[in-house]
């Protein structure tokens, strides 16, 4: 019989599946991907993902890194186009430097909260 660490409880119906919380934020960071170094903004971002504002857009599947001042630098690869000059990453960060991570994108994303839509 397995743990309840080993098979986490399944999320209700409609609610996001992400093993690590999404953080709004407005966080400006450089994008290098096939010899390409670009500046790029942040939109939202987790340890294990980003939502990139950035031109030129990297190819799906392009092998890239994304470094953000006052979080950190990781590996990843673009994933998706969810709107007109977004890119959906999925970032490589080790286990080790997960939470370290995840606190550093919690303070910045304090300083550089997501623009509002409605005002």
């Known amino acids: 019989m397995s743990s ?6 399944a999320a209700p119906a409609g609610a996001e599946r992400r093993l690590f919380r999404r953080i709004g934020a407005r966080l400006e960071g450089r994008l290098v991907f096939a010899g390409v170094d670009a500046e790029c903004l942040v939109h939202d971002m987790s340890v294990t993902g980003a ?3 950035v031109a030129p857009l990297p190819a799906l599947g392009a092998e890239l890194a994304l470094e953000v001042p006052g979080v950190g630098f990781a590996r990843g690869r673009a994933l998706r186009y969810p709107d007109e000059g977004l890119v ?15 606190d550093r994108l919690i303070l910045a994303a304090f300083r550089s909260p997501p623009r509002r839509e409605d005002g």
């Open 4 to 9: 309840p660490a080993e098979n986490p409880p």
């Open 88 to 102: 959906g990453i999925e970032l490589d960060i080790p286990p080790a430097r997960r939470d370290r991570i995840a």
């Open 51 to 53: 939502v990139v504002e």
